[in-house]
């Protein structure tokens, strides 16, 4: 039996047995098999790109590091403060968690999406982003966080009375009560399809573009197409850019309505 999807072809053997051909983000090639017990830990092109992602965040921390100096005269030092600054002004003040409390952990959060956004400009590259699991598991663990943050500040009675709106009472609380509980429990539902999604169709529209030039029968239409796929690229990398940071924004408006007083 044959299934088609957008980027690839899914055969199903009598065994039962998956075996996939090329897909635009995820992938089952295994590049170096790790199981310990049941679990799989298997690197994948996937698990790769994610990996160096993280590498370029930890790189790019120490090389801002290096000889550091009051008036900041590299590059790298420059950038750096730059994008710290960045994450203070336009991340954490907007939602009230001022200081340098979350600095490290949003900063930290928001070069690692943005360097795993910049692989989908990259033809064959299985970037995390374009993964629906790892956005989810991003998504989760500050939802996660979340919930512990609200239980913490109210206590068990606060913390489900803090997820209802103050000043609310009678048969509305019984009809806000149930949407506000399925509103918070769909929050890292919606942010992981929400990053996914728009990576996943920047790279879907590229793929589109340049096949129209390898299927040409015509000169014409491949010099059309590869100037499309050029200005998608350079699009890419601001949808990269604005994709962290939609990203990051969400998870700490999170963060501060756990720590909102009621």
């Known amino acids: 039996r044959c299934i088609m999807t957008p980027s690839r072809f899914l055969y199903r053997g009598r065994a ?28 994948t092109p996937t698990v790769l790109w994610t990996l160096i992602a993280s590498l370029l965040v930890v790189l790019f921390g120490l090389l801002a590091r290096r000889r550091v100096s009051r008036i900041p005269e590299r590059t790298s030092q420059n950038l750096f403060e730059l994008t710290i600054q960045f994450i203070e002004t336009q991340i954490l003040e907007p939602n009230g968690l001022g200081g340098k409390r979350w600095t490290p952990l949003f900063l930290s959060l928001f070069l690692f999406i943005f360097f795993n956004n910049l692989s989908n400009v990259i033809p064959g590259a299985s970037s995390g982003s374009g993964n629906l699991s790892e956005t989810f598991a991003l998504a989760f663990v500050f939802f996660v966080l979340a919930l512990a943050l609200r239980f913490r500040e109210h206590g068990p009675w606060g913390f489900w009375k803090s997820l209802i709106p103050s000043g609310v009472s009678g048969p509305v609380l019984a ?28 790279h879907m529209l590229f793929l589109t573009i340049v096949g129209f030039a390898v299927s040409a029968g015509n000169a014409v239409v491949p010099v059309f197409s590869v100037g499309g796929a050029i200005m998608i690229i350079f ?10 940071y939609v990203f ?3 998870c700490a408006l999170m963060v501060a309505e756990a720590e909102q007083k009621h």
Do not use: C, W, Y
Not at 29 to 43: M, W, Y
Not at 235 to 244: D, H, P, R, T, W
């Open 16 to 43: 039962g047995r998956d075996r996939r051909a090329g897909f635009v983000h995820t992938s089952r090639v295994t590049l170096i098999p790790i199981h310990l017990g049941p679990l799989d830990l298997s690197i």
């Open 235 to 244: 699009f890419e990398l601001f949808v990269s850019f604005i994709q962290a």
């Open 175 to 202: 009809m806000m009560f149930p949407i506000e509980l399925v509103s918070q429990l769909f929050k890292p539902v919606s942010l992981s399809i929400r990053l996914f999604a728009n990576m996943s169709g920047g």
């Open 248 to 250: 990051a924004f969400l």
